[in-house]
């Protein structure tokens, strides 16, 4: 049976499977009735929740129906962050607030998962929940998940078995505690989660976090609320997320969501949706606001943040497109005109010459010239690239559809070199991908001793579904060959990193501060341009700008040291002074 074409609008929609309700077709997730849970406030528990549950269910006959939603499809417009949405007509204004129940947010996965989280907390702190860190005194469990492998989403499954426990013995004089999930595995999974853990009152996709507060309304009744539609324009361009740790020295900011590339082994295409990006507008809003409240570093963050592209100015959208790095070529049609990662980067750099820029995770086939020249002219862009690069074996690049072959990935490496004098490069590596041989391992081996990596995230393949690895190709490099290879891959960036970083011992780097070493209580911890981190003694330094004065470093602070010993992933050194990310080529 083939599902009906469901307009993006029609966020509060879900699938019903034949034998439900209604068969075949989409209909709010409130219809989808499952075992009510307890609701406590006074009288009798299930007296209470048998009203409640008739009252809602009185409202939802006289609400939307499926035409209601067909009638109502209309393109999609920007929405006004000054937009107050009417309740659906089931749900009156004062069940959409969250009465100061506390949240426990959990969070899995990558950088976007972080901001991903801080912007569900931004629109539930505005419908009046409060945050808590305590799980015991949660009311509402929301674990923002990852899809990317299996075992990230293994974890995921443990972890619920473990918050069933605590659901069950809830007492009877709280609140029901309700527990969502909410992110790709929401995304990807979708009704498997609602049907193997009944546990889970609430699912949100990644583009549906505004719906939250209607979700939880939902759950309140004691119902299982669902929605994991994809948007073709949701950016939360207007929402401010609330950073998660007040101490922080520095922030993700989401500047786009979704991928095109659809490279055979990746989920993300299916999880997060097709490529859209903010308007700079939005993005240089929230970089200020970051800069005001105190904060020293921004990391723009993107599925391909240097594919970035703005077409909500009109007078830019037949401007000639950029062209790709040399010897890459894209799975899709090329796009013309809009506003260019360049021009962000420019932008975003001049905010303010003390906060530090990063971006990531870019592709290797969207750095043209003038990025990298801007990387090297700025002095708050870092000096630190992100070259994704999966494997070695230009045979296994082709199957994987990355769009280049090794040889073009090794020439941009050279052309980043030469462009920026002391790069540090950070990469990605899949082992034992299908069809991949020894031979193919092996080149892979050479290419990490031949880039000689400053960072690097290696990991086993994980075939997921959806992929077209899923549907054209077969898993068939066995388990313990693709860990044994990986473990090898994973020696060989340590030694070549470890060479790489000690040519660090002597000089002189500009370390931001995060806060005490998590080893040491008498040591420091922050990070250099490369995004390395540095551990130094906590003691006194001269203060650049006020000299004759000695200082402790705080959260925050740019202190110069003089590295003394480096290894694969950390460097040691003794700070000389406190400074200023301008100042920092003074001598001290």
């Known amino acids: 049976m083939t599902r009906p074409e469901v307009p993006a609008e029609r966020k509060s929609l879900v699938y019903q499977p034949s034998g439900g309700p209604v068969s075949g077709v989409y209909l709010p997730a409130e219809l989808r009735l499952r075992d009510p849970g307890h609701c406590c406030c006074c009288g009798s528990p299930e007296r209470q929740e048998d009203g409640a549950r008739k ?23 920007e929405k006004l962050s000054s937009e107050v949405e009417d309740p659906p007509p089931y749900l009156m204004m004062d069940e959409l607030l969250g009465r100061e129940r506390k949240v426990y947010l959990e969070t899995y996965g990558c950088q976007m998962n972080v901001n991903d989280t801080e912007i569900a ?32 989403e293994q974890t995921i499954w443990n972890r619920l078995h ?3 426990a605590l659901k069950t013995r809830r007492p009877r004089s709280r609140v029901p505690l309700r527990i969502g999930i909410l992110g ?56 401010m997320p609330v950073q998660t740790s007040p101490s922080a020295t ?21 999880t997060r949706g097709r490529e859209r990006s903010r308007p700079v507008a939005s993005i240089l809003e929230e970089v200020k606001k970051l800069s005001e409240q105190g904060l020293k570093e921004v990391t723009l963050l993107g599925q391909n943040v240097n594919s970035f592209r703005d077409n909500s100015e009109v007078q830019f959208n037949n401007a000639v497109s950029t062209n790709l790095s040399r010897g890459f070529t894209t799975n899709y049609k090329a796009k013309q005109g809009g506003l260019r990662f360049a021009h962000l980067l420019d932008q975003v750099s001049r905010v303010d010459p003390e906060m530090r820029i990063r971006f990531t995770s870019p592709h290797p086939k969207d750095f043209p010239d003038e990025v990298l020249q801007l990387i090297h002219e700025r002095d708050n862009i870092c000096k630190q690239i992100h070259l994704p690069a999966q494997s070695g074996s230009s045979r296994v690049l082709e199957a994987m559809r990355r769009g280049y072959s090794r040889e073009a990935y090794v020439e941009l490496v050279h ?35 031949e880039v000689q990596y400053n960072m690097g995230f290696l990991f086993a393949y994980s075939m997921r579904q959806k992929t077209r690895a899923y549907h054209r190709l077969k898993d068939d490099v066995p388990e ?29 780097q500009l370390v931001l501060v995060e806060g005490l070493s998590k080893r040491s209580a008498t040591d420091l911890c922050g990070r250099n341009d490369g995004n390395l981190k540095v551990i130094f003694p906590d003691a006194e330094m001269e203060d650049v700008n006020n000299p004759g004065l000695r200082v402790r470093a705080q959260p925050g602070d740019y202190v110069l040291v003089k590295i003394t010993s480096a290894s694969s992933q950390t460097l040691r050194g003794h700070a000389l002074c406190r400074t200023t990310l301008k100042d920092s080529s003074a001598n001290c």
Not at 135 to 152: G, H, P, W, Y
Not at 433 to 445: A, L, R, S, Y
Not at 486 to 508: D, H, P, W, Y
């Open 480 to 508: 313990e060959v693709k860990l044994r290879r990986l473990e090898e891959l994973i020696t060989v960036f340590r030694e070549e990193a470890t060479k790489a970083n000690q040519m660090s011992v002597g000089c002189t």
């Open 415 to 449: 052309h980043i070199k030469e462009s920026i004098p002391g790069v540090s490069l950070s990469s990605d590596f899949i082992a034992g991908f299908c069809g991949e041989t020894e031979e193919d391992h092996v080149q892979t081996v050479s290419l990490l001793r």
């Open 250 to 270: 520095s922030a993700f900011v989401s500047i786009m969501r979704g991928c095109d590339n659809m490279c055979s082994y990746c989920i993300v295409p299916f």
């Open 162 to 164: 473990q918050l069933k």
């Open 55 to 77: 009252d809602f269910s009185s409202r939802l006959a006289t609400g939307p129906t499926f035409q209601h939603f067909l009638k109502s499809a209309s393109a999609p417009q």
């Open 121 to 152: 907390w931004s629109i539930l702190q505005k419908s009046g929940y409060l945050r808590t860190s305590n799980l015991q005194e949660a009311d509402v469990i929301l674990l923002v998940t990852c899809s990317i492998r299996e075992k990230a």
């Open 184 to 239: 790709c595995m929401a995304e990807r999974l979708k009704e498997e989660i609602l049907n193997r853990e009944k546990m889970v009152d609430v699912l949100a996709g990644p583009d549906a976090y505004r719906d939250l507060p209607r979700l939880l309304a939902v759950a309140e009744s004691g119902q299982q609320a669902a929605n994991v539609l994809l948007s073709l324009d949701e950016t939360y361009a207007d929402v």
